[in-house]
């Protein structure tokens, strides 16, 4: 199987000293889509534009399609870049901008124009490609950025947090289009973002980094319902965690001794016995129960012992949602939400002891940071 | 509550600030129409006249007072400033675009650079005078003056170009790379036409500052004077309206210069605009 894209133990240390990306290993295969998640100042932009050749490469390598690209320049690297505020040139109309890489490349007139009419068609830019882009909305001005972008015919499209300067619901139309471009052309995304909701959504694979390090690769499935690591676990999804000291292991199923009881869940990563360990509930698998008398015994026969109790703090409910919040014992509270037919308004009333319960496999253990 | 008192404070400063820039060159202006020849750089007006414009262009009877020796030296100059506008020109752009990455010693080159419009320019005029002696260099406008006029005013095109790279967004620049532009064509093809109303701002401050240079070209131009110099020459003998009227001229041209940048500038701020609200979009 080819790669793509292959970067073997890339860093980055800046002139000062400090290391920007740490040890960063992926390899990507053709058309897939990989978004790098991660907190501002995480290291995913300088990964990304350590692919692109705009940064050096301190250590390891970046290899595409095999070939090592190292030392080559931004203009020689079969990768484009797509900028979060476009970068389009002003003192071109549209077309031209679009057009601007095949014309440097020198590709005669009629096929230019043939394959710049094509992917202006494709991005529904017919009404303004003879405009300037100065005049044009946000997602119009983006949908040239990635005509420009693709027309070239990149190996890698690298995407900077393009939909970043987008209004919400111009992001959600203009996601779809992503992908559903991505899908039809078959080229290899990279996509940076500090959104998880657009990570979780576009991409086949995220990368979660953390402080210049990689703290998780994975489909958005499992990366949402099976964190590997403490710094995931809290920044994706909304989960509770607890920690506590795991009691036992069997069958990669972890028993972990809480001060909110003994919990069980799936275990991922090197969790040992006596170690310590994080309990990460996702808000999404927590059941609420009354806490009427024998209720406790009755839920934690059906759900492995994973119950705690919990007081209502508040109750709203916003249009067909209904939003818990739930205090447990030492301070901890959790939020839960659910469409108003399972949490009716008036069924919870602020001060009420309710209980919270999961199945053992909807919870992860994973060992304490 | 507070405009009541800064706005007439602020209207006062703003009448008083350009009484004082254009009071004299009113002055002169009215008194470049005195009549002539007997009538002097003083008030009153004896009678209304513009025989001291026809006077500077040779246009009236031969009287004892000698025609403006500028033919000359305004050649000279306005040469020396547009040579020197070119030069600082290329030069403040490159320098300025090499500072766009910081570079080891960037701190004591900048200094450096800045010093050239810092020091006292008598003295710069006189130390090159003396280094032209103990070298054996022939003074000329042309050459001494020519280079000290570049050290003056690169500095000024070089903190123009600088503000004007501050503010221009690189990713311009990346993306042209990315789509296979090397970096010499995306310089001129993207680059350029977007720092181009710095550029042209540059230009006249360098060429401005040429023009009018005079304490440097006093010890460094040698024989052939320069118009200020040779305008300078005519005071020391007995001052005419005929400089005045010169002075009134010259004041046009500036004008017009200023009519062209502005045009000019327009142009290319009407495309930088589009920038502008591009990136905040």
Not at chain 2, 250 to 270: D, E, I, N, P, Q
Request: glycine share 10%; net charge neutral.
């Amino acid at each position: 199987m080819t790669l793509d894209l292959e970067l073997r133990t890339v860093g980055k240390v800046y002139d000062n000293g400090t290391p920007a990306v740490i040890d960063f290993d992926l390899a990507v295969t053709k058309g897939e889509f990989i978004a790098f998640l991660g907190p501002s100042g995480c290291g995913k932009t300088t990964t990304l534009r350590m692919i692109a050749g705009f940064e050096s490469i301190s250590s390891g390598d970046v290899l595409i399609r095999g070939a090592r690209v190292n030392d080559l320049p931004p203009e020689r690297r079969p990768t484009s870049m797509i900028f979060q505020n476009y970068a389009l040139f002003p003192h071109m109309n549209v077309r031209r901008n679009i057009g601007y890489g095949l014309e440097v490349k020198g590709l005669p007139k009629a096929e230019r124009d043939a394959k710049v009419d094509r992917i202006i068609a494709t991005l529904g830019l017919d009404d303004v490609a003879d405009k300037r882009p100065d005049r044009l909305s946000g997602g119009q001005r983006q949908r040239i950025a990635l005509a420009r972008g693709l027309v070239v015919e990149p190996d890698i499209l690298l995407l900077d947090e393009p939909l970043g300067a987008l209004d919400a619901n111009l992001r959600k139309a203009i996601q779809n289009e992503l992908k559903l471009l991505q899908k039809t052309l078959g080229i290899t995304f990279v996509f940076v973002t500090h959104a998880q909701s657009e990570a979780l959504s576009l991409s086949d694979r995220i990368v979660v980094m953390n402080q210049g390090r990689i703290e998780q690769i994975s489909p958005p499935h499992a990366l949402y319902t099976r964190p590997n690591t403490p710094f995931v676990a809290q920044f994706i999804g909304r989960n509770t965690i607890l920690d506590g000291e795991v009691r036992g292991l069997a069958n990669g199923a972890a028993v972990v001794e809480t001060p909110l009881g003994v919990l069980s869940g799936a275990a991922n990563g090197p969790v040992r016995e006596g170690g310590r360990a994080q309990v990460v509930v996702p808000a999404e698998a927590i059941e609420v129960h009354a806490a009427v008398p024998g209720a406790r015994e009755s839920v934690a026969a059906k759900t492995g012992g994973n119950v705690v109790a919990g007081r209502i703090r508040r109750a709203d409910v916003v249009g067909h949602v209904s939003h818990l919040s739930v205090d447990l014992p030492g301070g901890r509270a959790v939020a839960l939400e659910a469409h108003v037919d399972k949490y009716p308004p008036g069924a919870f009333r602020p001060g009420g002891d309710i209980l919270l319960a999961w199945t053992p496999a909807e919870a992860t253990v994973i060992p304490a940071a | 509550m507070h405009s009541t008192v800064i706005k007439p404070i602020l209207a006062v400063y703003t009448g008083l600030f350009l009484l004082f820039l254009y009071g004299p060159l009113l002055v002169l202006a009215i008194l470049s129409f005195q009549t002539g020849p007997e009538g002097g750089p003083q008030f009153p007006i004896i009678e209304w006249s513009t025989y001291w414009y026809q006077h500077l262009f040779g246009l009236t009877p031969p009287s004892r007072i000698a025609p403006l020796p500028i033919e000359e030296s305004l050649v000279r100059s306005l040469v020396l400033a547009v040579a020197t506008m070119i030069v600082s020109t290329v030069l403040g752009v490159s320098a300025a675009q090499a500072f766009r990455t910081r570079f080891r010693g960037s701190g004591v080159v900048f200094y450096l650079i800045v010093l050239g419009m810092m020091v006292p320019g008598v003295l710069v005029g006189l130390g090159m005078a003396l280094v032209a002696n103990t070298l054996g260099i022939d003074r000329h406008w042309w050459g001494t003056a020519f280079v000290l006029h570049v050290v003056y005013t690169f500095p000024f095109a070089f903190l123009v170009m600088l503000a004007i790279f501050n503010r221009f967004d690189q990713s311009m620049e990346e993306a042209a790379w990315s789509l296979g532009v090397s970096p010499a064509r995306t310089f001129r093809k993207v680059t350029f036409p977007l720092i181009f109303p710095g550029v042209l701002s540059a230009m006249l401050f360098a060429f401005t500052l040429s023009y009018d240079e005079f304490s440097r070209t006093l010890f460094a131009s040698g024989r052939d004077l320069t118009l200020p110099l040779a305008i300078y020459g005519t005071f020391s003998v007995e001052i005419h309206p005929n400089v005045f009227a010169f002075g009134v001229l010259t004041t046009l041209f500036s004008f017009a210069l200023l009519g062209v940048y502005a045009v000019l500038m327009t142009l290319s701020v009407r495309r930088a605009k589009r920038v502008a609200i591009q990136e905040d979009a």
